[in-house]
């Protein structure tokens, strides 16, 4: 069975492609910069340069595969919601043209509301273009990735996080290498087919203000979490030099999930992984926070 993987480099790419190869598969890679990939990982795979919004080097790229595991990559533009329509065309037609049976899209939680959650919808419309094709889909609808901290090191650094969600909102927190493993499993596993939604949510849901107090024990730094307005957020966004349409899609990830949204997929076995915000800290923050000088 050929196997290909999108952004093998990303923070669930790269535990997805060593999955793989520890599972005795040579998947095909699709990455824009193969000299990005770790010597030892290029020796294992098969690497094609790839453009994902160019649809034509897509279709090339994934002709003769079975299983695709797809991404919408992020670029930053200025309009990101154009950027995952351009991307979804690109694996509508790759799926299509190259009749690819099965495919594992990394989704999040809240693609199910389809609209108001910001680059969310973007994701929402993938999931729905892939749904058409009536190709076997599992959706894995994430939630939010540990490595989003490693965004925010000099706030961190500084003791305070800034957020735009109460302090007591519960979500699902998950680490990305605990994605990976389900997404491997689902590309390797011949045992389910149609369409079907995987959610992952990591070990617990978790408020900003436990998340301050983990971060705290994990980094022994001292660290809170303070709920600004939306303006406000919108004003620091702004400077740093966002469009609107990029603030308005950050912020929408946030405010489109804050009223009234239950998950569609509640917290199972099946949807909770097993590393913990506090292992992930230790392990892969608090030396970037400790030791920064």
């Known amino acids: 069975m050929q196997i290909a ?6 923070n669930v790419g790269r535990h997805v492609v060593a999955t793989l190869v520890r599972a005795g598969v040579r998947p095909r890679v699709l990455v824009r910069d193969p000299g990005r990939l770790a010597p030892d990982v290029r020796e294992e795979v098969d690497a ?12 090339a790229a994934t002709e003769d595969v079975d299983a695709l595991f797809w991404v919408d990559p992020v670029t930053g ?70 490595t989003n901290l490693e965004l925010q090191l000099d706030a961190l650094r500084a003791g305070t996080l800034q957020v735009i969600l109460p302090l007591d909102h519960l979500m699902a927190w998950v680490a990305p290498r605990d994605i990976a493993e389900v997404a ?3 590309l390797l596993s011949p045992t389910w087919s149609g369409r079907c939604v995987q959610a992952v949510h990591g070990p617990a849901d ?15 730094r001292q660290i809170s979490v303070e709920q600004i307005t939306d303006d406000a957020m919108r004003t620091q966004l702004h400077q740093v030099g966002m469009s609107d349409s990029m603030v308005e899609g950050l912020l929408g990830m946030s405010t489109g999930l804050r009223e009234n949204f239950v998950p569609e997929q509640r ?19 608090r030396h970037r926070i400790v030791e920064a000088p």
């Open 5 to 10: 993987v999108t952004t093998p480099t990303g």
């Open 48 to 59: 094609v340069p790839v453009d994902q919004y160019d649809a034509d080097a897509v279709v």
């Open 77 to 146: 533009s200025a309009d990101p919601l154009a950027d995952y329509a351009r991307a979804t065309g690109s694996v509508v037609r790759a799926v299509t043209e190259n009749r690819i049976g099965r495919v594992v899209f990394q989704s999040s939680v809240g693609a199910e509301k389809r609209h108001g959650a910001g680059e969310i919808d973007g994701l929402a419309h993938t999931e729905t273009a892939l749904d058409d094709l009536g190709v076997d889909v599992t959706h894995l609808r994430c939630g939010y990735f540990f």
């Open 184 to 186: 491997a499993t689902r």
């Open 206 to 220: 978790l408020t900003w203000r436990q998340v301050g107090t983990i971060l705290t024990a994990a980094t022994g």
């Open 267 to 285: 917290r199972t076995v099946r949807t909770t992984t097993p590393t913990t915000l506090a292992a992930w800290a230790y392990d892969h923050l």
